[in-house]
């Protein structure tokens, strides 16, 4: 069965990185494109990053150009965002995403909190 599986989250100081993964296992990964998403309390589910299937294209949430990097190894079904320069503002649990046909799918998402 479909299987997204998110890793790398955590706590980090103002300033900091991290570099979030998300193993995908059940389907033809190369195939589709990926998602990140996040969502922080009280707020709605929101788009951050998108990749193509082949990783030649990339699109991002316009407020976090130039912080944020979605890329992909297809050889290991892996998709990540680095993520650096991290605000505040990123607490947020961070899901994993893809569509097929319709019906979309997630991961059970990681916690990133920043915070000093």
């Known amino acids: 069965q479909v299987q997204l599986v998110e890793s790398g989250g955590g706590l980090v100081q103002p300033g900091g990185s991290l570099r979030l993964s998300c193993v995908a296992s059940?389907?033809?990964?190369?195939?589709?494109?990926m998602n990140w998403y996040r969502q922080a309390p009280g707020k709605e589910r929101e788009l951050v990053a998108s990749?193509?299937?082949?990783?030649?294209?990339?699109n991002y949430a316009d407020s976090l150009k130039g912080r944020f990097t979605i890329s992909r190894d297809n050889a290991k079904s892996t998709v990540y965002l680095q993520m650096n320069s991290l605000k505040p503002e990123d607490t947020a649990v961070y899901y994993c995403?893809?569509?097929?046909?319709?019906?979309?799918?997630w991961g059970q998402g990681t916690q990133v909190t920043v915070s000093s």
């Open positions: 995403n893809f569509l097929s046909g319709l019906r979309p799918y």
């Open positions: 059940g389907f033809s990964f190369s195939s589709y494109y």
């Open positions: 990749i193509s299937d082949a990783g030649r294209r990339t």
